[in-house]
């Protein structure tokens, strides 16, 4: 048989519309972490069409304020890049946005843009192929492992409203749960944790994270003894994320787990925190990274290396990816909306039971945002992109 002969025609699908608006959306009531106190959370949203009139969503967290920033790259320097592109060459969409972020950051506002961008464009892809995005992606499970995350500073909360707090979170099922530190001293830090211990019993998984609370080693090493005897599984984010160097220090002199890499971009930030061994759970998020594409590659790298992924919030979007990616073990997950509220605009949730979520069998991410929700929470309207 000639090669003419059993040559196949495929239609190419088309970029043909890029959309992007902000949202904010306030908290119940102001939330402490260990060195900042958040009223609001605002988002950057991206839709993206392909000329088959198939709508993918993306987003991303720039900050609780200024997420213009980030919604203005997606407009006026990434979504450009892309419009016309072939919708399913997402790799070649991801390089050509990369390079034109060069001048202007490879992390950052931008590199969460071109999150938002790569986000939406496999969601697209996979709601094309009416396919779950965790199944589209050759997912291992319907079902993946999660962790309650909490226990943060409020008015008034105290230890004894740790302890109701992470009993709430046994009596629902889940197995392993997240609270913050370093706001307070040690000690008072340590009476909170003792609490969640007794909460989740000998058997319970406990984290803890400390958002970038100490500045030398000593003073993490310090609070760490103290908390040792309460056998947490990992501390989160010791120090400033550029402070490589005694995250690697602090992994050699506590048996405590080292966690970080929430807000760094690109798999060779990455590379670096491995190969100086500072951290054996790696957090890249895939709205921070640089969005689904590169987060699959971090999640190779860490294979690679032997150690684990457990990405930083957006359960919403990180579990169907959690169950794709080998190298990955939990999804970080928030009850209510009191700290993550993404979901006060998106129209389906994920369930849970037993300490497990239970992935969307709806294709793509499996939930569409909001449009009445949007109505109230929307910063003036959304953008069109042009020009390419």
């Known amino acids: 048989m000639r090669c003419a002969e059993i040559e196949r025609g495929f239609d190419v699908t088309t970029i043909r519309k890029i959309e992007a608006a902000t949202a904010s959306i ?60 072939d919708a399913h060459l997402v790799e070649g969409a991801w390089g050509a946005m990369y390079q034109e972020s060069l001048l202007h950051g490879r992390v950052g ?25 965790h199944k589209y992606l050759g997912g291992r499970s319907n079902r993946v492992k999660a962790y309650a995350s909490g226990g943060y500073y409020l008015e008034g909360k105290g230890v004894e409203g740790v302890h109701k707090e992470m009993t709430s979170y046994v009596e629902k099922g889940f197995k392993a749960v997240k609270m913050k530190v370093g706001r307070v001293s040690a000690a008072e830090d340590a009476d909170r944790i003792a609490a969640a211990r007794d909460a989740i019993g000998p058997d319970g998984v406990l984290m803890l994270d400390a958002n970038n609370a100490w500045k030398d080693l000593p003073a993490a090493l310090g609070a760490l003894r103290l908390w040792e005897p309460y056998n947490p599984y990992w501390i989160e984010e010791p120090f400033s994320p550029d402070d490589i160097i005694n995250h690697a220090r602090l992994a050699r002199e506590t048996p405590i787990s080292v966690a970080t890499g929430e807000i760094e971009a690109g798999r060779w930030r990455s590379k670096e925190l491995l190969d100086a061994g500072a951290a054996i759970i790696l957090q890249q998020d895939a709205a921070v990274c640089g969005g689904i594409s590169e987060l699959r590659r971090i999640a ?89």
């Open 26 to 85: 306030p908290l119940p009531a102001p939330t402490g972490f260990s060195s900042r106190t958040v009223l609001q959370r605002e988002y950057t949203l991206v839709r993206v069409t392909g000329d088959d009139g198939v709508t993918g969503i993306g987003f991303c967290y720039p900050g609780h304020r200024a997420a213009q920033l980030a919604t203005m790259a997606v407009t006026d320097l990434l979504g450009p890049v892309v419009l016309g592109m």
């Open 109 to 133: 506002s931008v590199m969460r843009a071109l999150s938002a961008i790569d986000i939406a464009l496999w969601d697209r892809n996979a709601r094309a192929a009416n396919l779950p995005l």
């Open 300 to 388: 190779d790298l860490a294979s690679a290396y032997g150690v684990t992924l457990c990405p930083h919030w957006f359960h919403d979007l990180h579990a169907p990816l959690v169950s794709a990616f080998p190298s990955a073990d939990y999804v970080e997950f928030f009850v209510g909306n009191g700290v993550h509220n993404l979901c006060d605009i998106i129209d389906r949730q994920l369930s849970f039971d037993n300490g497990e979520l239970n992935l969307h069998e709806q294709p793509g991410l499996g939930f569409d945002f909001d449009e009445a929700a949007l109505d109230k929470y929307l910063v003036g309207e959304w953008q069109n992109v042009t020009g390419g």
